[in-house]
């Protein structure tokens, strides 16, 4: 049944979110950790959850029983289980486009029943098989010395995805074979990158879902000039060789000049593509049975939420989470730590999924929220951040939710290296792990002034009084955290790793009562940008603010060294 997004409620305006802002103010709000944990042992079992590939212990968030429960009764009375299965069944949920928002098609395997039209599965993989078949000949020539490096030339969406899962999937890459992301409308983007290129070995991926975006053309124009330069003879007839487009929008890739395009459909939104023909990129580097199991692991997460009873929903508790820090702690960020360095872009990549998602502050029928929405998502690899923004999340005054993503195996060592590097590399790997988990205890326990005084502080001034030392190195504590852990960072466990994001966006989306999948808030500097343009050229200042106009005569026309 499709039910008009208007009909869906108002989650503030419900009997539980009133019960759970009473329940905030009574026991919330001072909900302490280090008590909580004193009081149940069996806490960290309480909170932990099994979702597929993906181990999460939520013990450390402010919550206790009676907030979770609150919090699902919220769930239910907003309709979240008719909401997904929504989603799932295609239903145009992204009702300002008037589309469906399918990506879970894009890895449904072929036999199962979908909730969604058969005729979309069948489409699917009419793209997918042919794609991973001339992945392969791809890769064979690539193993063959006649190609070298590959450029996906996209951005947002189209460069996102691939380029968060090609490092994090290093381990199973195919070697020789390089893979770069050019995305910025910068030259300092993408001449770094030509010049480590040999025109004959490399393989141009211009990436774009409207193959329309400003940056993504520019940036193609440009490889497509350099390849005809530095090709010599026959290099427009290489062209078909050398270029292969991913886009809805064939007929324009075609005019660019490329033969060998994979399309996708409008009900796949860009923040969500990276399962689709956008995943080329990804597919060259691990090949085509890896990338049928990055598929399967975000098929597993799929069924787990649409199947799983929320008391046992991993991405229906996160999405749970997201609403009582946003709402009722009213926390404006949420930081990602993944202990894993393959993950580096994970935050970038999420930065795109929850941020042009759930940065919204009208509701379905564009009325204004009266509540906040979508915090600041932000983060860097551990233990990088460590030595960066850590001292902020440990004794500023914000408390700031924690995601730590913790991986219990590594991957580099067996076969490559001597037992004495192996072990160093295992030696490694237990600091990274001890890291990650020292970080989340001491955000939760915290450090009195009264611990640090008896403490020796051999670096603080000898003429400072101890008291006033003890105070600055005093820790407030009672910071909340999740830790996520997988057993390994694979094809399949990534792929859960990142639906289970996606699908805990669409909760707190849900609850918001916003369209998570449109994105009209980047077109206000795009048409801008467009009317900039030729003032560059022109010098033409007029009908400008006097800031933008005087901003404009400092940049000049500014032309290359
Ligand atoms: O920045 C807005 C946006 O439309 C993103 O949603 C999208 O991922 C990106 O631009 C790239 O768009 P395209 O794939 O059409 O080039």
């Known amino acids: 049944m499709n039910t008009p997004a208007s009909t869906w409620p108002r989650c503030d305006l419900s009997l539980t979110w009133t019960a759970l802002r009473g329940h905030f103010e009574a026991h919330g709000r001072d909900l302490d950790l280090r008590e909580a944990f004193a009081r149940d042992p069996a806490r960290f079992d309480t909170f932990a959850l099994q979702a597929p590939e993906v181990f999460a212990d939520l013990s450390k968030n402010r919550w206790d029983l009676a907030t979770r429960k609150l919090l699902l009764e919220l769930a239910r009375e907003c309709g979240i289980e008719a909401r997904r299965d929504g989603l799932l069944r295609g239903d145009p949920i992204n009702h300002t486009e008037g589309r469906a928002v399918l990506h879970t098609a894009l890895r449904a395997p072929k036999g199962e029943t979908p909730p969604f039209d058969p005729v979309i599965l069948a489409d699917v993989h009419a793209v997918l098989d042919p794609l991973l078949a001339w992945v392969e000949t791809q890769r064979a020539r690539a193993a063959r010395g006649e190609i070298t490096d590959v450029v996906n030339i996209g951005i947002g969406g189209s460069d996102l995805g691939p380029q968060m899962v090609v490092p994090a999937l290093d381990a199973y890459a195919q070697r020789g074979l390089k893979l770069h992301f050019v995305s910025n409308v910068d030259g300092h983007d993408i001449v770094p990158v030509l010049r480590q290129l040999d025109a004959h ?6 990436a774009s879902k409207t193959f329309t975006t ?12 350099w390849f005809l330069q530095h090709y010599g003879a026959g ?18 890739a075609a005019r660019f000049g490329i033969s060998t395009t994979f399309g ?23 090949g085509a049975d890896n990338f049928r199991a990055l598929l399967a692991g975000a098929h597993a997460m799929d069924r787990h939420f649409a199947e799983a ?7 229906v508790q996160l999405g749970l989470l997201d609403v009582w820090y946003r709402n009722f702690h009213h926390a404006a960020s949420r930081s990602i730590a993944p202990y894993h360095q393959g ?4 935050p970038a990549y999420l930065q795109q999924l929850e941020m042009e998602s759930n940065g919204k502050s009208v509701d379905l029928d564009g009325e204004p929220l009266p509540f906040d929405t979508c915090p600041v998502v932000w983060g860097e690899a551990g233990t990088n951040g460590q030595h960066a923004y850590f001292q902020m999340l440990h004794q500023g005054t914000d408390a700031i939710p924690v995601e730590f993503i913790a991986v219990r195996q590594t991957h580099y060592g067996p076969e490559e290296h001597s037992a004495e590097l192996r072990a160093a590399l295992a030696d490694q790997h237990h600091k990274l792990l001890a890291n990650c988990l020292a970080q989340s205890q001491a955000l939760m326990l915290g450090k009195t002034a009264a611990e640090a005084a008896t403490e020796k502080a051999p670096t603080a001034a000898p003429d400072l009084p101890a008291t006033t030392v003890a105070r600055h190195r005093s820790f407030p504590g009672n910071r909340p955290s999740t830790t996520l852990v997988l057993d390994e960072l694979s094809p399949r466990s990534l792929g859960a790793l990142i639906a289970l994001y996606e699908h805990r966006v669409f ?22 940008c467009n009317q900039l343009l030729p003032r560059f050229a022109n010098g033409d200042t007029a009908g400008l603010d006097a800031s933008t106009a005087g901003l ?9 060294r």
Do not use: C
């Not at 290099?235 to 324009?252: K, Q």
């Open 309 to 315: 009873p929320l008391e046992g929903n991993l991405p």
């Open 214 to 225: 400003q940056e993504t053309m520019a940036n193609a124009q440009l490889a497509r000039a």
């Open 552 to 560: 404009l005569k400092r940049l000049g026309v500014v032309t290359g």
């Open 201 to 206: 070995r490399t393989l141009f991926i211009v």
């Open 343 to 346: 993950l580096r872009r994970l």
């Open 264 to 286: 996708f459909w409008d009900w796949v939104g860009g923040r969500y593509s990276l399962w689709s023909a956008i995943g080329l990129p990804i597919a060259l580097a691990i």
């Open 235 to 252: 290099a427009e007839a290489a062209i078909a060789d050398h270029f292969a487009a991913t886009t809805t929008n064939v007929a324009a």
């Open 507 to 528: 909760v707190s989306g849900a609850l918001w009562r916003i369209n998570s999948y449109d994105q009209w808030g980047v077109e206000l500097g795009k048409a801008l």
